[in-house]
């Protein structure tokens, strides 16, 4: 059973910086494409980020592009969203998700980490 457990939301301040972790366990992780997806008050949950199993390609949704980072460390078994620059509009839930059989399926869904942004 693969779980994925969010830390590092919390308050921050319109241009201030925060750095979400995802930890997986069960599994290989190194085979894991990953993802980090975001759900705002009353709207649908979107994607945010996604890494290659390799970490050597990611991509971003255009809202974030050039002011989030995704990232992999295998040896600790996690992903991080390093978030730059945040904007009031940037607050929601923040859940990771893996697709194990890198089919394009996001398989696992951790609880989600709240981040929230004044402005």
């Known amino acids: 059973q693969v779980q994925l457990v969010e830390s590092g939301g919390g308050l921050v301040q319109a241009g201030g910086s925060l750095r979400l972790s995802c930890v997986v366990s069960?599994?290989?992780?190194?085979?894991?494409?990953m993802g980090w997806f975001r759900q705002a008050p009353g709207k649908e949950r979107e994607f945010v980020a996604r890494?290659?199993?390799?970490?050597?390609?990611?991509s971003y949704a255009d809202s974030v592009k050039g002011r989030f980072t995704m990232s992999r460390g295998d040896a600790k078994n996690t992903v991080y969203l390093q978030m730059n620059n945040v904007k009031p509009e940037d607050t929601a839930v923040y859940y990771c998700?893996?697709?194990?059989?890198?089919?394009?399926?996001?398989?696992?869904w951790g609880l989600g980490t709240q981040v929230t942004v004044s402005s």
């Open positions: 069960g599994g290989t992780f190194s085979n894991y494409r």
């Open positions: 998700a893996a697709d194990v059989k890198t089919d394009g399926r996001w398989d696992y």
């Open positions: 890494i290659s199993r390799s970490g050597s390609t990611t």
